[in-house]
């Protein structure tokens, strides 16, 4: 009884590293951090209570909190700084997705998944 549920959080474990992997990808495809997000939304709630579940609460989290610095950094473009700060943003995006990665490779959880930093 207990393999369906083993096989069942190890193929989220694989989601969980998809959202990851499209975050990094959404350099190149921004609307893949759209896919990520939905994944995570979706898969949420299949492991409530497992370190999984902070994986996933994490990326809803960087979605939300990217868009929002995101949307104040082309508003700064208009005073030229918003350019660096772009920098500075896709330097957030890759260390969280990164932190992540690392975490859940190490079948570890996400120890504050509600940072606003990393």
């Not at 998944?113 to 990393?118: M, Q, R, S």
Request: aromatic share 18%; hydrophobic share 55%.
């Amino acid at each position: 009884m207990m393999e369906p549920t083993i096989y069942k959080m190890n193929d989220t474990k694989k989601w969980a590293m998809i959202g990851y992997w499209l975050y990094i990808a959404s350099f190149l495809i921004t609307f893949l951090s759209i896919v990520a997000i939905v994944i995570a939304y979706v898969f949420r709630d299949d492991v409530r209570g497992t370190y999984l579940e902070s994986h996933f609460n994490y990326q809803i989290r960087t979605f939300w909190i990217g868009l929002l610095y995101a949307i104040i950094c082309t508003v700064l473009c208009l005073v030229m700084i918003g350019y660096i700060l772009f920098i500075g943003w896709a330097i957030w995006l890759l260390v969280r997705s990164i932190k992540g990665l690392r975490l859940l490779n190490r079948d570890q959880a996400i120890i504050n998944e509600k940072t606003w930093l990393f």
